[in-house]
């Protein structure tokens, strides 16, 4: 079966090594150095993520479900219509999953068989990032556009897998908001097959279609703009942090239940392919945003308790999947504090402080992914002080 | 005055094979052979040609950079081979062996009235000089040095590593001699490192003239790089030497008795040996004579040295110049399908530091590696796991990188002189991208010599 290097089928040698490594973890032994190896390989490594994301993938599917219904005013509680929903949701997710692993896929093979490199795992995890973190709305031409741009300008001209600059699935969210940004905010995309409904019909059922970031950031602007007149418990009485943590939230795929993100995260912090120390710090981060913003509370967004910061919007699912890819973090144990911090701290900053960006997490992941670099030219700048600041005192 | 260190991270990997304390004598075998490959960057010279007799402790070649650096027979015999491979390098010298060895005996000195270089000439002569090693580089010591230390570890901490405790019990004269010659050679002090977490010999405890320093932790506490990284760390520009235990016991036993005794114990493990034990041998011994009454079947790989940073060798090839021990363990050439040994499987049986399989529910099970790579080489992607078993204040994977683009001002910097291939050997084992990073930084090491040294 495998082709041969003189055979006219030699050029497609990177994608027999892809789908043989896949099934078979190959014969090939150390040569020299150490001759046992750790049972770990970047396989295992990306599927263990891609098994922390399912449960954020199955109640993103149901959530789907939930909010369509809820918007044709069709069902209330939240168990209601069971079948119904899951049916709606995996009609509307899975297409988008489908879509983002074989246009990802397939632009890797692609430059594997033109490079003759053998396929690297990177994207087994992207595929599966990018259908969580955009709306179910979302075109399926667009995901498929957002993903091949993704891989291509975010990683392949960087060299592939563990070259980039940038989180990939970031990059394709960011494409799709800055290209297409009616289909990336608002209130007419965050509830499934809701911008085919009549405005009659949603303010009949009470469904405004905007999710608590949309509506806390009115807060922002003049009081005669604000969603909520009463303030910021008319909000909460609306929205419960407590729904916001179980997920019955309306927001983009995987990213609204901290259950379901808590679950993955423990797999990875468990498995130790997560790193525990920019998880915690990009909480701590915002946390303490949360703290000063109260602190100095001028508007009632302000006002939000930090706890409730950490559970609404992309906070929860970003602290856990996208702050911690390890390619685009610091790579540091020190510079893993100060990037997780700061992460944290900048979302909650954006979010807070800039009506326009109602999501700051994005923003603030792919700002610290740019600065991570920086970060750790500072760490290892200390260490190299530290060795000629000995060699000084020795000559000395 | 002693100080203990203790060492937060490392790793210790258990495995099937562990030598039992039994000292066994066999037939050393005719055919003995010194591998002028187990000197990093020796080009030799030859002082003799096939056919010619030689005693143990004739020189057999020089170092063509270098000619007062002296490399000698083991055994005495008749030269049968000089084996070359690839640009006529010379790979083996191979000795037939008497059946009774004859010495090409020296002058017995007494050491503690020589100058150091009247020493250092003795050594030299009489081949006893290329034990010595030196750091950075991690070659072969060069007799112009003057080091600012001469580092000993007591004890050797890798998988299923021999116990020079056992190993040099007894030898109390043999070790002092060895090391009251060391301390003539440098105007700092002699290091002995011992285990803290065991009981040291008294060959080390009564040890005279040396600083004994305690350490404590998982491997890689016992590697020598480890020990002077924590007690007197390199800088640009020193020089520190350094001597296997064992070794040290053979430059005194030679020096007392005037004849170049190569003779030595090694730890005969891994997980495919019937009886692992010890083996009183000679230097350059066949790996087949040492592993007599050990009958192996199946795909196995012979390791001369630990699991982590030895040489492969063949089943008719030799013991390194500088091993203590013999590894067997089960080549992994055959392919494993994906669900059931293969990547995504159970993994029983399988090894790793991080928790996505089951072995860290039985931390004490002892396990059987093959040398499989458990998966494709790759780019750098995860990051942290060689920091936890890497006890350097050094970032490993900057160092690597630094390494692997060439830039010696930043190996300077990021502490080049600092490291051995072998300090990098856990790193190697946890890498998620399996790059063979004791290469990189031998290569490293090969730029900052022909650069900077």
Wanted: aromatic share 10%; proline share 5%.
């Amino acid at each position: 079966m495998e082709p041969k290097h003189d055979s006219k089928w030699a050029k497609f040698h990177p994608m027999w090594d892809g789908f043989y490594t896949f099934l078979f973890t190959p014969g090939e032994t150390t040569s020299r150095g150490s001759h046992i190896r750790d049972g770990i390989d970047l396989k295992r490594t990306m599927f263990m993520v891609v098994l922390a994301l399912i449960p954020c993938l199955l109640f993103g599917i149901y959530n789907t479900g939930h909010w369509h219904y809820v918007a044709t005013g069709e069902a209330g509680e939240y168990m209601d219509m069971f079948g119904d929903k899951l049916i709606y949701g995996l009609i509307q997710v899975l297409p988008i999953v489908i879509v983002s692993y074989a246009v990802g896929l397939g632009v890797e093979f692609i430059f594997c068989i033109k490079n003759q490199h053998a396929i690297q795992e990177g994207f087994l995890v992207s595929g599966m990032l990018i259908p969580l973190i955009i709306p179910a709305d979302t075109p399926l031409w667009m995901v498929a556009f957002a993903t091949v741009f993704a891989v291509v300008l975010g990683k392949e001209v960087f060299g592939g897998t563990g070259m980039n600059i940038v989180n990939i699935a970031l990059t394709a969210r960011a494409f799709l908001f800055f290209g297409y940004p009616t289909m990336m905010s608002g209130d007419k995309v965050w509830m499934s097959g809701i911008s085919d409904l009549s405005r009659e019909t949603l303010e009949a059922n009470g469904v405004t279609g905007a999710t608590q970031l949309g509506e806390l950031a009115s807060f922002t602007g003049p009081k005669a703009d604000w969603i909520y007149p009463g303030g910021l418990e008319a909000f909460q009485a609306k929205w419960s942090i407590m729904d916001s943590f179980w997920g019955f939230i309306p927001g983009s795929i995987g990213e609204t239940s901290v259950v379901a993100i808590l679950i993955g995260a423990a797999l990875l912090l468990y498995t130790g392919i997560a790193s525990w120390r920019i998880m915690l710090s990009f909480v701590l981060g915002g946390f303490v945003v949360g703290i000063l913003s109260n602190m100095g509370a001028i508007n009632p967004y302000m006002e939000l308790e930090p706890l409730n910061h950490l559970v609404i919007g992309g906070f929860a699912f970003g602290a856990v999947f996208m702050i911690t890819d390890p390619v685009t973090a610091s790579q540091t144990n020190t510079g893993k504090y100060i990037y997780g911090f700061l992460g944290g701290a900048l979302s909650i900053t954006v979010r807070v402080f800039n009506g326009a960006y109602p999501e700051g997490v994005m923003m603030a992941i792919l700002f610290m992914n740019v600065m991570a670099p920086l970060i750790d030219h500072y760490v290892v700048s200390a260490n190299i002080k530290r060795r000629t600041k000995r060699l000084k005192t020795k000559t000395a | 005055m002693s100080r203990t260190i203790k060492l937060r991270k490392g790793l210790d990997i258990k495995l099937v094979g562990e030598a039992d304390k039994v000292k066994t004598t066999t037939d050393h075998g005719s055919n003995f052979a010194i591998k002028p490959p187990d000197f990093h960057g020796l080009v030799p010279k030859m002082a003799v040609k096939v056919g010619d007799k030689v005693k143990a402790g004739t020189v057999i070649f020089a170092d063509k950079y270098k000619d007062e650096v002296k490399y000698v027979s083991p055994v005495s015999g008749e030269i049968s081979e000089i084996v070359r491979g690839e640009k006529r390098r010379i790979l083996e010298v191979r000795i037939t062996a008497d059946k009774e060895t004859s010495y090409q005996g020296f002058e017995v000195k007494d050491t503690s009235s020589m100058s150091s270089e009247e020493l250092k000439s003795h050594l030299l002569t009489n081949g006893l000089w290329p034990f010595i090693k030196m750091r950075p580089l991690d070659i072969v010591a060069r007799p112009e040095d003057q080091p600012k230390a001469i580092f000993i570890s007591a004890f050797d901490s890798a998988p299923l590593a021999p116990d020079y405790d056992y190993i040099l019990h007894g030898e109390n004269e043999a070790f002092q001699a060895g090391i009251d010659a060391l301390a003539k050679l440098t105007d700092g002090k002699v290091h002995l490192t011992t285990n803290s977490d065991s009981a040291p010999d008294k060959t080390f405890i009564d040890a005279k003239g040396v600083q004994l320093n305690k350490i404590s932790g998982k491997h890689p506490s016992g590697n020598v790089g480890t020990q002077i990284h924590h007690i007197d760390p390199i800088n640009k520009g020193d020089i520190v030497w350094t001597v296997n235990a064992q070794d040290v016991a053979i430059i005194g036993r030679s020096l007392k008795t005037g004849k170049f005794d190569a003779s030595k114990v090694i730890a005969v493990t891994g997980s495919e040996i019937k009886n692992p034990r010890y083996v009183r041998t000679i230097i350059g011994a066949p790996i087949s004579a040492v592993l007599v009454n050990n009958s192996i079947e199946g795909n196995v790989r012979y390791i001369s040295g630990n699991v982590l940073s030895g040489e492969k060798v063949k089943l008719d090839g030799y013991l390194g110049f500088y091993d203590s021990q013999l590894t067997v363990i089960p080549e992994g050439d055959e392919p494993k399908f994906m669900l059931t040994k293969g990547w995504l499987g159970p993994g029983t049986g399988k090894f790793s530091i991080n928790r996505s399989y089951f072995n860290w529910l039985m931390p004490n099970k002892k396990y059987t590696l093959d040398t499989n790579l458990n998966g494709e080489v790759r780019s750098f992607v995860v990051t942290g796991e060689m920091e936890k078993v890497f006890p350097f204040d050094i970032y490993p994977m900057h160092l690597i990188k630094a390494v692997m683009c060439n830039d010696i001002d930043l190996m300077e910097n990021l502490g080049i002189y600092e490291v051995a291939p072998e300090d990098f050997a856990l790193c190697e084992f946890v890498c998620t991208s399996k790059i063979n990073i004791q290469e990189v930084i031998r290569e490293g090491l090969d730029v900052i010599r022909e650069e900077c040294m």
